[in-house]
């Protein structure tokens, strides 16, 4: 992705390794975006554990990707330890325990362990192992981003000149390494001439669409208003959006969409005023072993990102965390909805649009055989 540092344009990505030979891995931190570009350095597994957790780094391809290069770090801990897998396998159980919707994190990481298990199998030695692992997961995030730039290939055909797109949260580089998800049609729609204007939904309480969409799009000037979340029924109401086109976490065999909570609303409203509703997502983002929506895990997270809102004060030049209600109001703070796939009108992966549950089927089969 490109942006804006030291009066420069400079193309970055979400998460890479800093140092192969120390397992250093180097994020953005997206905690504090669009105020200040910070990068994170994790030094260990247990520090990229903290930072999926924490949402220094978050999308479910952009998680997937840093949960390989936790299970990179956890080899290189292991080492000299007699305990070799059983402590690589410790850490795949905490690195999976700290986001239980977004599936590309389990699937991405039993894949690594599965490589493990075959290349140990086949009397690799450690030494040889880690040289192994680090090209592998460095493959699998080259992997993702190929996969993203189809999926702009392939998206940008849905969306004409002079549309208005809306999205929801941010599924662009930040969420899926580099170029995005919702976000790639969107950009390779903007690349080819095409005049477009995005609707960002700030999507509270992490207001990913305010704080890194909005960011994202001011990098590369693409046209684009910020709306409230409660505004979008409006402007879909008034048919000033031509489509919608937003990420996913998980999806089921069904076609069942696990998003960002407020997508399910999103999705309903638009079925009720015939504006074609969209999924973006690699196929690391289907669940084989969920038949359908009900099955997925809805993460719960904290109270506080409700009560409060870290922000900019212009005053102070620096940034601020304030409560926006009352500190004894209960509660509840669910960060995922599920939309049924009858609300969707296609899936936009790297294998094509996937517009039926056979199809499903199919794209996810002939990516697992390929992977494996």
């Known amino acids: 992705m490109k942006i804006k540092l030291n009066g420069k344009v400079i193309d970055i990505r979400a998460i890479w390794i800093e140092n192969k030979q120390k397992g250093i891995v180097k994020m953005i931190d997206q905690r ?62 905490i690195l ?4 239980p919707t977004a599936i590309n994190l389990s699937n991405i990481i039993d894949e690594v362990l599965d490589f493990i298990y075959k290349e140990l199998e086949d009397g690799v030695s450690k030494t040889e192992l880690i040289e192994r692992v680090y090209n592998k997961v460095e493959s699998i995030a080259k992997r993702e981003i190929e996969a993203n730039h189809k999926i702009g290939e392939i998206g940008k055909k849905l969306i004409k000149d002079g549309d208005d797109v809306l999205t929801h949260c941010n599924a662009g580089a930040l969420a899926a390494v580099d170029i995005g998800t919702a976000l790639a049609p969107i950009r390779y729609a903007h690349y080819e001439g095409k005049k477009i204007t995005v609707y960002v939904n700030e999507t509270r309480p992490w207001l990913q669409g305010a704080r890194l969409t909005a960011w994202e799009l001011e990098m590369e000037n693409i046209p684009y208003y910020l709306i409230s979340d409660n505004a979008s029924g409006l402007f879909m109401y008034k048919g000033i959006i031509d489509i919608v086109i937003v990420g996913a976490d998980r999806i089921a065999m069904n076609g069942d969409v696990a998003n960002k909570i407020g997508t399910y609303k999103l999705a309903v409203i638009a079925k009720e005023n015939n504006i074609p509703f969209y ?53 509840l703070n669910p960060v995922f909805d599920i939309t049924p796939f009858k609300y969707v009108d296609g899936i936009i992966t790297e294998a094509g649009i996937l517009r039926s549950q056979a199809d499903i089927k199919n794209a996810v089969k002939n990516f697992m055989r390929k992977r494996d």
């Open 32 to 93: 504090y975006l669009p105020f200040r570009i910070v990068f994170f350095e994790s030094k260990n597994v247990d520090e990229t554990a903290w930072a999926i957790k924490n949402m220094v780094t978050r999308g479910a391809p952009n998680i997937g990707v840093a949960g390989a290069y936790g299970i990179y770090q956890a080899v290189i801990e292991a080492i000299n330890k007699e305990d070799f897998l059983k402590h690589i396998m410790k850490k795949a159980e």
């Open 96 to 99: 999976k325990a700290t986001r």
């Open 279 to 331: 999924v973006a997502a690699p196929l690391t983002t289907f669940d084989p072993k969920i038949p359908s929506g009900d099955e997925i895990p809805i993460e719960e997270r904290s109270p506080e990102e409700i009560l409060y809102v870290l922000g900019y004060d212009d005053e102070t030049n620096s940034l601020r965390k304030v409560r926006i209600s009352l500190n004894t109001s209960k509660v």
